[in-house]
Each structure stands twice: as C-alpha cells, then as structure tokens.
DNA sequence: ATCAATATTGAATATGATTCATTTTTATTA
DNA sequence: TAATAAAAATGAATCATATTCAATATTGAT
C-alpha cells in the first residue's frame, strides 16, 4: 500500500524538523508523532527506538550531498581544481543546509552508537571523493607522497567539519562560503608539499 | 569543615568516571551518586542539574592541558618547533587521557549549550598558544599572511580534533602519537605558503 | 461480504531526573 | 557541655518521557 511508505517519510520528516530544532536529547516523541500526524505508538512500528529513528534520518541527505559532489566535480580536470570544487561544495552544502548540520556535525558525526551503523559507513562513504582526488594527485605526482594519504584526508576534512562545526555554535551567524578560496589556498599548499617547488 | 570541600570533587570525580563510560545520555545521577558516596538529592545540592554536572567536569582537565603546554613550550625556539611540541603534545594528552578525550571530543565540544558557558571559553584559551604562535610567526615573517589568521588556526586545530575524535570512534585501537611528525610537517607547509619559497 | 493479516492507537508501564519536607550534621553561644 | 540556629544531606514522592502492548481499525484477498 502507498501510505505505508509515505508514513515512515512523515515520520522521518517530522524528526528531521524536531531533532533539528531541539537536539537529540531535548526533542520528544510525542512532538514528533505529532507533527507526523501518528500516534507515539506508530513511531515504534517503523523504528526501534528514539535512537534509530535518529540515525535514521542522514540517509536522505547523505544521498543528495554525494550526487551533488559527483555532479559539481564532472568535466573538472586538474587535481587542485577538483579540491576547490569540493571545498567550495561542501562549505556550499552545508550554508544551505544549517539545520541538517547541526544534527551531523553536532551530534550524529561524534555519537559512539552511530559510528557502529550500517548508516555510518554509507556517510563515510560520501567523501569517499576525496580519497579518490588525493589518490589521483599522489599517481599524477602533484601530490606529496612524503605522508600517508590518512592524514592527507585528516587535513582536508578536518579544517573542513572544524570551520562548519565552529560556524554551527556560533549559530550560522557569518557567511561560511566566504572564505572558501583562502580554505583551498592553505590545503592545496599543504598537500602539494615543498619537494614539488624544489625548494 | 573539610568534608564540605571535599564532596563537590567527590562528585566531579564520580561524574568523570560514568560520564566517561557511559556518555551523558546513558549515565545516571544515582549511579553518579552512589560512586560518591551520597544520596540523589545531595547531588542537586552543588549542581543545578545534570547538565550542570556534566559541565564542569573540563576545568581541572582544562588547567592541567594549559599549564602542560605552557610548560612543554618552554624554552623552544623557532615557530615552527613550538608549532612541532604543540602538535606532539596535543596528541600526547588525548593518548594519556582517552576517557576525558570522549567526553571533550565527542560531547562537550560539540554541544550548544555548553558553548555558551563560561567553562567553554576557559577552555576555548587554552589553545590560545596556538593563535600566539601564528601571531609571532606572521610577525617574523615565517608564516604567510594572505591567508586569516583564523583560517589557519582552523587548519591547526582541525587536524588534530579531527584525528583525535575519529581515533577515539575507533575505541582508540592504534596509537595516534606515531603520527604526530607527518601531521607537522603538512601543517608546516601549509603555513609557511608558496611565497616564502619564492617559487 | 467475510476473514485473516497488518497497521494504528493511546492508556498503562518503566525509567530516571528532579523536588522538597524531614532528618542529620555543623557552627555558635552561653 | 548543652542548647540553638544554620547549613547540608537524605531519599521517598513527584514529574517527565520513552517504550510497550492489548484493543481497535484498516486493508487486501477470496
């Protein structure tokens, strides 16, 4: 029947707006099962518990944020402009996007119980593009191969959920994308390394 | 009498040890209470809740993580050697401190209402050092200047709260201090920038 | 139209944070 | 030392919510 896949959609729904407003913690089922138009009950039929109905919920846009990054990335050519693309999309991203990162950056990204889902490793997947960019510039040799490609990542990803947490806690106050270019001047510095300049 | 002083810590020290096991939202005030050796309600007698509880944990730690790396700075000279101790210190800590690291990294750090309190700005100078040494690197000249000053610190910290939380997903399995020569030597590079090359 | 299977409901239950009237301890004074 | 007031501690009662489940409603097949 078409409403029972349309129900766990309200649900989900619901949850995205609750949980956003409110946090994990604080957000209530009832207000949930309110909103979704169910009673407390139904929620319990979709989902195991307030938690997985939690991390229930990047699926969706997990799914829209790596078929933008493929989208944005196609026809670049050059490993440093595929890294600009990315920083500027992922800044972009989550710009548009404040109150779904409140709840990755702050809370599911960092939840013990959330890095042990199936959700989780359908989520590390979507930057999965910048081990492929990086692999690509270490094989064409304008990226360092001096440091593991870990840490590589490390240093593009972790400038960037640093900027957009921080920007999160400040509560989105100033434009985030504003500073996409000095953010992909200092990484692709770092990647490049000294070796390559012959200095 | 003596007692007095001491309950609150005994409190703090109870508080460190589920908060650290459990997570906040799986710890409970009774057994908090019950490690300390007193009743549920005395608890609600030093802290207005259990929030307030789980916030005031960082101070000891946050003192004894400042005036460590003040003291492990000491002496050295030269930019980049400082940035080097700090970037090995910082990794050193949340190695000989795992269990205060998952409260900082994964709960605290990220949490909106603690980032409006007066516990997260003390902690908030305790990477003040960090700023200090991009501020007398750009002074001499050593560290790049077309880039913000706050994107770099972004770049600093970002690596190393990123490294250390997915560690500390990972239930701290290797040892993140074999990385800390690799982790300098890109964020040297990224600091210094292409101009001081003169490429 | 009937029936079995499936989905929904919301009142009852369970868990755990918080409150507060009572009791205990401490400090002060004579 | 005893009496008394002030401060601290107690834990049973209260309150807030997540979760369960027996009863009810809906659906799809024949």
Redesign the pocket.
């Known amino acids: ?4 896949v349309a ?1 766990r959609e309200d649900i989900i729904q619901a949850a995205i707006e609750v949980f956003s407003k409110k946090g994990f913690q ?5 207000e949930i ?1 309110q909103r979704a ?10 989902f ?4 997985d109905l939690f991390f229930s919920i990047p699926v969706e846009k997990t799914n829209e944020f790596r078929s933008q990054v493929a989208l944005h990335l196609e026809g670049i050519s050059g490993v440093f402009n595929k890294i600009r693309k990315f920083v500027w999309y992922f800044l972009y991203f989550f710009k548009t996007n404040p109150d779904y990162g409140r709840l990755l950056m702050l809370e599911l990204r960092v939840n013990r119980s959330f890095a042990k889902t199936e959700t989780y490793d359908f989520l590390k997947q979507s930057v999965r593009s910048v081990w492929d960019i990086l692999e690509e510039g270490q094989k064409e040799g304008v990226i360092r191969t001096d440091v593991d490609i870990y840490i590589l990542r490390h240093l593009v990803l972790g400038i960037l959920e640093h900027m957009v947490s921080r920007w999160l806690l400040k509560d989105a106050q100033y434009d985030i994308l504003e500073q996409h270019q000095q953010v992909s001047r200092v990484l692709i510095d770092a990647l490049r390394g000294e070796a390559p300049n012959g200095s």
Chains 1, 2 share one sequence.
């Open positions: 029947m078409y409403k029972k129900r604080s957000a209530s089922i009832s099962a138009g169910v009673a407390n009950g139904t929620i319990y039929q979709y195991k518990n307030k938690e």
